[in-house]
């Protein structure tokens, strides 16, 4: 069984605003035995249905969407559950998702001690 990830963000009209996203997901293909891909939102390529049939066809059979958004706002309950309906329905694959990233106590945990750092780093 393999499972494929999605890591699932917003977008933005200036390309800049991919980088970091392009920086995790080469940190998580390289400790992910899966096949692991981008999806937005919105202003950005693939989108959600295109990152999920490129996963199935590389062999995942099971599919994970993890939203890379620090809170569960209007695009994570209403629009989140209708992207990913419509892509299981396109791929004979299951395909479900997580909470957005910013709810996990990890991530906020090392949101902190980064805010933490950043004033000490200002004072030198």
Request: charged share 20%; net charge neutral; aromatic share 4%.
């Amino acid at each position: 069984m393999s499972t494929g990830l999605v890591l699932f963000g917003h977008g933005a009209r200036d390309p800049r605003w991919r980088e970091p996203f392009d920086r995790l997901k080469r940190l998580v293909s390289a400790r992910h035995p899966g096949p692991v891909s981008l999806a937005f939102l919105e202003l950005m390529e693939p989108d959600l249905l295109a990152a999920v049939k490129g996963l199935a066809e590389r062999g995942a059979t099971r599919i994970v969407v993890v939203p890379m958004f620090l809170g569960t706002g209007g695009h994570i309950q209403r629009d989140l559950p209708l992207l990913i309906n419509a892509a299981a329905a396109a791929v004979n694959v299951p395909v479900s998702t997580v909470m957005p990233a910013g709810e996990d106590t990890a991530v906020l945990d090392a949101l902190a001690e980064y805010c933490l750092i950043s004033v000490t780093r200002s004072m030198s």
